[in-house]
Structure formats: C-alpha cells, structure tokens
C-alpha cells in the first residue's frame, strides 16, 4: 500500500529560528518519486523538489534542504532562518513508477506559521 | 510563461445540482490530473487525461467525471451534488505526466454546495 504520513500537523516557529518538516512514506515499488509542495493560503501548490528513490543525495538550494533516507523511509524538509514567508501549508508527496500516470499520494500537510 | 489555469475561481451550488469546472494547462503540457482537498480527507488524486484519454482513476464515485479536449483544456463534472462535494479542487499539469516530469498545479475552484 502507498501512504504519506505528515506526523505534524502544525509548527509555530519564531523568525529565523531553524525547521524541519517530517515526512515518512511507504511503498512496494523499489522506483518511485518523491516531492514537497508548498500551499500559500491563495491555494496554489508550488513545487518545492522532487526525487527519485535512486538519489538519495541530500539536497540544498538556499534556505531549503532536504534529507532522503530510504533505510527509514522518510524525506524530511528544514528551512534553515525561516522568515515569515514561509509560512504556509507544506505537502509531502508520492508517485509510484508503475502509475498509469498523474496520481500523486499526498500526506496530510503540515501548516507552519513563522512569526515576526 | 502561462500557468495552469482554472476557472471559476468559487462556485455555490445547491445540493442536486450539477457542476462543471474548467482547467487550462501549461502550453504544451498533455496531461491534466484533478484532486479533491478537504480538511478532513487532504487531498485525494480523482483522475487524470492525457491526449484525450482517461488514463488513472482515483477512488471516487461516477458521479465525478471528465473529459479532456483535444487542445489538453479538460473539463470536470459532478453530477448530484452533495453537502460533502465542498472543496477546492485543483487541477495539475505536466508533459506526460509521468514521475520524469513536474506536475504544476493551477490556483483551484473553491466549490461551496448548500
């Protein structure tokens, strides 16, 4: 069975404080693709990374980094010095190789509010 | 270059009624996905198209369908609404909609059945 689990469900940081979003997620598949998405309040989902299950390089572009552990099955997400912008609902996704196309397995979301 | 467009952006209806939602992709991208998202069940992959075809099916009732045209704008009808159908539905884009490529999401229709 597919499944993302977003264990927390809200964080309340405070401005430039370090964050990390925590993600597990289980498949049968041994492809597979992760992603993050981040969902301002107008609704949009923007495109944060994604991932293949072969790359399990952690990656950082700028404030972001994120963390692949396949022996944990998990691909946890920090922002380092948040600011208040980042505040927003954040998603954790999964795509099977063998999906007959376009289906993402969401996790519940994490809402993070950065205050000032 | 243009995002993935849907429109309207809010709709009421009233239960019973039937209604349809539109979704423009990113020119050039044959794939269109739809999602449900509520509080209380996250979002849910309803079904996506591609080149006019229904391609993946989530786990929703007939009464949630779709089409797609042959420009890749695709269209999504609930039929018989219900107090439970209100949420944002979202639509996503991608060039094959494969895990090779990126999905980028429109800003939703937030739909409202009284």
């Known amino acids: 069975a597919q499944k993302v689990t977003q264990a927390q469900t809200e964080i309340s940081v405070v401005e430039k404080e370090d964050v990390t979003l925590d993600c597990v997620y289980e498949t049968r598949d041994t492809t597979y693709y992760l992603f993050w998405y981040k969902q301002p309040p107008s609704g949009e989902l923007v495109f944060l990374i994604r991932?293949?299950?072969?790359?399990?390089q952690n990656e950082i572009s700028g404030r972001y980094s994120w963390n692949f552990q396949k022996s944990t099955s998990s691909f946890n997400f920090t922002i380092t010095a948040s600011q208040v912008v980042d505040s927003a609902v954040y998603f954790c996704?999964?795509?099977?190789?063998?999906?007959?196309?376009?289906?993402?397995?969401f996790g519940q979301g994490t809402e993070l509010s950065v205050k000032p | 270059k243009a995002g993935v467009t849907q429109t309207p952006r809010y709709l009421i209806k009233t239960r019973g009624q039937q209604v349809t939602l539109s979704c423009s992709p990113i020119?050039?991208?044959?794939?269109v996905s739809w999602y449900q998202q509520t509080p209380g069940q996250g979002l849910q992959f309803l079904f996506e198209y591609f080149s006019e075809t229904q391609r993946n099916k989530g786990n929703f009732p007939g009464r949630f369908s779709g089409r797609q045209f042959s420009n890749s704008r695709s269209e999504m009808n609930v039929s018989t609404l219900e107090l439970g159908d209100s949420a944002l539905y979202l639509c996503?884009?991608?060039?094959?909609?494969?895990?090779?490529?990126?999905?980028?999401f429109g800003s939703g229709t937030r739909l409202t059945v009284v």
């Open positions: 996503a884009s991608s060039f094959e909609g494969f895990q090779g490529y990126g999905y980028t």
């Open positions: 996704a999964l795509s099977e190789a063998n999906n007959q196309g376009g289906k993402l397995i």
């Open positions: 020119s050039g991208h044959r794939s």
């Open positions: 991932r293949n299950s072969f790359d399990e």
